[in-house]
């Protein structure tokens, strides 16, 4: 089942994928599904999550306003989703207000391969003309309003959004390809 949950719920001792979509990674590899709520704004993915996972919790509902108690959650685990949302202040109170822990994952802007599309494109973040762009897009078979869409944190933006964190760097060919930042409860 579905919910779109319109009231605070309490889902204590629940992992929440927040914005992990049908084919999130972490559900796949989470060995016990029945004790993961993922959450998506999307009802449409939600119902694909569900119909590929039947033992998860799944709930539409809009990260900036996620509908759980504070501090219900255990862990939010949200892998490349804070870049693609408009207000990632918002996002990150969420997240701190409804859960113990988190962990965060968001590429990194200066990393010299652009990869929110299939095939990763090569130096698309230094390309300063609009069209030329758009034109990398339609080389690769990548949706070039999707890219666009995406509004990459510095360092220095997640550090002021999550100040109690540790921020780590995921590392390939020696530079820095994205970033992690996470809390853990030691409670």
Same mark, same amino acid.
């Given at each position: 089942?579905?919910?779109?949950?319109?009231?605070?719920?309490?889902?204590?001792?629940?992992?929440?994928?927040?914005?992990?979509?049908?084919? #999130?990674?972490?559900?796949? &590899?989470?060995?016990?599904?029945?004790?993961?709520? @993922?959450?998506?704004?999307? =009802?449409?993915?939600?119902?694909?999550? !569900?119909?590929?996972?039947?033992? @998860?919790?799944?709930? $539409?509902?809009?990260?900036?306003? /996620?509908?759980?108690?504070? !501090? #219900?959650?255990?862990?939010?685990?949200?892998? #490349? $989703?804070?870049?693609?949302?408009?207000?990632?202040?918002? /996002?990150?109170?969420?997240?701190?207000?409804? #859960?113990?822990? =988190?962990?965060?994952?968001?590429?990194?802007?200066?990393?010299?391969?652009?990869?929110?599309?299939?095939?990763?494109?090569?130096?698309?973040?230094?390309?300063?003309?609009?069209?030329?762009? &758009?034109?990398?897009?339609?080389?690769?078979?990548?949706?070039?309003?999707?890219?666009?869409? $995406?509004? =990459? /944190?510095?360092?220095?933006? @997640?550090?002021?959004?999550?100040?109690?964190?540790?921020?780590? =760097?995921?590392?390939?060919?020696?530079?820095?390809?994205?970033?992690?930042?996470?809390?853990?409860?030691?409670?």
């Amino acid at each position: 089942m579905i919910r779109d949950i319109t009231k605070v719920e309490t889902v204590e001792g629940f992992v929440l994928d927040l914005g992990g979509g049908a084919n #999130s990674f972490f559900v796949d &590899r989470f060995p016990k599904q029945e004790h993961v709520v @993922l959450v998506d704004i999307n =009802y449409n993915t939600a119902r694909q999550a !569900k119909e590929g996972h039947p033992n @998860l919790l799944v709930v $539409v509902a809009d990260g900036g306003q /996620l509908p759980f108690a504070k !501090k #219900s959650i255990e862990i939010v685990i949200s892998n #490349s $989703v804070i870049e693609h949302v408009n207000d990632p202040e918002k /996002l990150a109170i969420e997240i701190q207000r409804v #859960s113990k822990g =988190y962990f965060l994952q968001t590429p990194n802007e200066k990393f010299p391969m652009e990869t929110h599309s299939l095939i990763a494109i090569p130096f698309f973040n230094f390309v300063a003309k609009r069209w030329l762009k &758009r034109s990398l897009c339609t080389i690769f078979g990548a949706s070039f309003e999707y890219i666009e869409s $995406v509004h =990459y /944190l510095s360092e220095k933006r @997640l550090k002021s959004l999550f100040p109690d964190s540790t921020l780590v =760097y995921e590392k390939a060919f020696g530079l820095k390809k994205s970033f992690y930042i996470y809390k853990f409860d030691t409670d």
